[in-house]
């Protein structure tokens, strides 16, 4: 039990985007992209959100950051409802709330320089003008790893990993104490992915940053996560400590997920877990768990019980009725 409060709460965090058919556009269904997701994420800690594509990662973080309103549930910042701020209150929480996004080439404004982008940032929210607004856009971007002369610098004159680079400058640039790093790395060459994972490191202590870090990519969040929380069709289905969790995955899922990436030891002997069919649309979710049509495990509980995310008496969460039978 961890007795420091929360940087951020999520409470039961829903979006349901309707589905809507006919000349009168009615709405005849919803797809649950977000279903019921619950989680803490601690001060100074990484929370890695992982899952395949279109599980519900990315919709959680953009409405954690109300860049997209949340149908249901909460998101407390420093014990603040995110969704109760006023319009003027939700711009200064923007200010300590940031989010890097996945592809660097679509962030920037290709029409401005790196250096005008940030000043402008600065300025919109009141922080710097003029000189120091120019002073505070340079420091970010030699604390970035980049140089004084690069604020003249337009997007198109960088390359992929110095971009995300400057992404990164523009978000700490208001001096956040939060950031949602969308899958920061996955536009990226991989030759470059490990410097944008080392800067990131290195920020998190020099400004005492809280992440959380959306990745599809298991062996980095293996590199940067403290928790690792899991997700299948829009739920979660296991949140656990990173070292648990890579030693004994307790979800089916997670147990094929994790079977995937590659070991650096050759005397380790994994047996890669293929699992059938496709993902269920989130529109159509199936009965019961979620993830029953494709499980190994498929007991006939599962088809109609929903598993609930439970602790374990180790503190480990999953939802699973193998780890937790229905009494
Ligand atoms: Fe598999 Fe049943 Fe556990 Fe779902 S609840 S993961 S179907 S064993």
């Known amino acids: 039990m961890n007795a420091t409060l929360p940087v951020l ?24 992209a977000v279903d019921g997701v619950s989680f803490e994420i601690f001060p100074g800690e990484t929370f890695a959100l992982v899952g395949e594509s279109g599980c519900g990662k990315s919709t959680t973080g953009r409405i954690i950051l109300r860049l997209q309103n949340a149908t249901d549930g909460s998101v407390h910042f420093n014990q603040e409802d995110v969704y109760a701020a006023s319009f003027q209150r939700l711009r200064l929480l923007r200010k300590e709330m940031q ?8 962030a920037l404004n290709p029409r401005l320089t790196v250096g005008s982008a940030i000043r402008e940032i600065l300025q919109v929210h009141g922080l710097a003008s003029g000189a120091e607004a120019r002073e505070r ?32 400058a523009r978000a700490l640039a208001l001096d956040p104490r939060f950031i949602v790093a969308d899958e920061p790395i996955s536009a990226l060459d991989v030759s470059i992915q490990s410097q944008i994972i080392n800067l990131l490191e290195d920020l998190q ?4 940053l809280t992440y959380l870090f959306i990745s599809h990519d298991l062996s980095v969040v293996r590199h940067v996560a403290d928790r690792v929380g899991v997700m299948y ?21 997670s147990q094929s997920l994790l079977s995937a990436i590659p070991v650096s030891d050759p ?12 993902v269920p649309s989130p529109a159509n979710p199936p009965a019961g768990c979620p993830f029953h049509t494709r499980c190994p495990h498929v007991m006939e509980v599962c088809r109609t019980v929903v598993p609930e ?16 039978p229905p009494a």
């Open 9 to 32: 709460s999520v409470r039961n965090l829903k979006k349901h985007f309707p589905i809507r058919t006919g000349v009168f556009s009615r709405v005849t269904g919803h797809v649950k």
């Open 99 to 106: 989010i890097v996004f996945q592809d660097p080439y679509s």
């Open 137 to 168: 856009a340079e420091d970010v971007l030699i604390r970035c790893g980049l140089e004084r002369y690069h604020a003249d610098r337009y997007p198109h004159e960088f390359s992929g990993g110095q971009r995300q680079r400057v992404v990164i």
């Open 205 to 208: 202590d020099s400004f005492d």
């Open 233 to 253: 069709l829009g739920k979660l289905v296991e949140v656990g400590d990173k070292a648990e969790f890579y030693r004994e995955p307790l979800h089916p899922y």
């Open 267 to 278: 005397a380790i002997k994994k047996k890669r877990i293929i699992l059938k069919g496709d």
């Open 309 to 324: 995310l439970k602790a374990t008496a180790e503190g480990r969460h999953v939802a699973c009725h193998l780890v937790h």
